[in-house]
């Protein structure tokens, strides 16, 4: 099956500083890719829909500027939290479209 | 606004039982419906995927249902075992953005 990896699996920064997430699609293309957030012991909460050279479609109630998308390349997007805070943290999981959607394996961001 | 429930949200069962989760959905207007398996802090593993034109979906000792009109669909694990404890999360897509709007999940232990 296709794979999709994320890296890094996790990461802990301080408050105001910026993390990017990666997410790469290993054995196929494609040309959207999503995000997704996930709170403890919740469900995944769409965050953005990434288009490969174009901008990112950003869900109700996601700040653009706060997590900004870049989807360079057909096997690359990239997440960045910027000025992150405390109430970032949270698990990170992206996914990506082939024959439907493949999803990598997450990032744990801790804030502190 | 498309929404999906699971009930219940937590389950406990001995090992050999066999179980049914439940996956509710608000607009019938779905593309496909999928089962997901995660286990703690890691990423999603899809189980079954059913298109919006059939009814059910088998994979060895897993079996899932749609009814669209309903909107409901089922996920029944044949047989438990300990290793089946996870929390199982089912996602509808809808229209042509294959946007997977995801349940609440169940939380399944399986004791030996």
């Known amino acids: 099956g296709a794979v999709v990896s994320q890296h890094p699996s996790r990461v802990i920064c301080k408050s105001g500083t910026s993390v990017k997430i990666e997410c790469r699609s290993l054995d196929f293309q494609a040309t959207t890719m999503f995000w997704y957030r996930q709170f403890p012991k919740k469900s995944l909460m769409l965050m953005a829909t990434?288009?490969?050279?174009?901008?990112?479609?950003?869900e109700q109630g996601v700040e653009k500027d706060k997590f900004l998308i870049n989807h360079a390349s057909l096997t690359l997007s990239t997440l960045t939290v910027t000025s992150a805070h405390p109430e970032d943290s949270s698990f990170y999981i992206c996914?990506?479209?082939?024959?439907?959607?493949?999803f990598g394996p997450g990032t744990r961001l801790t804030v502190l | 606004k498309q929404e999906v429930t699971q009930i219940p949200a937590a389950l406990s069962v001995p090992e050999g039982e066999n179980l049914v989760l439940n996956c509710s959905f608000t607009d019938s207007a779905i593309y496909n419906l999928q089962w997901f398996r995660q286990d703690p802090g890691k990423g999603l593993t899809s189980l079954l995927l059913i298109q919006s034109s059939q009814r059910e979906q088998t994979s060895g000792r897993l079996n899932a249902s749609l009814d669209k009109s309903s909107g409901r669909s089922t996920l029944y694990i044949a047989a438990s075992q300990p290793g089946d404890s996870a929390t199982y999360l089912c996602a509808a897509t809808g229209g042509a953005t294959n946007k997977l709007i995801f349940g609440t999940g169940t939380l399944l232990a399986v004791q030996p």
């Open positions: 990434s288009n490969e050279g174009s901008k990112a479609t950003y």
């Open positions: 996914s990506a479209i082939w024959t439907e959607q493949f």
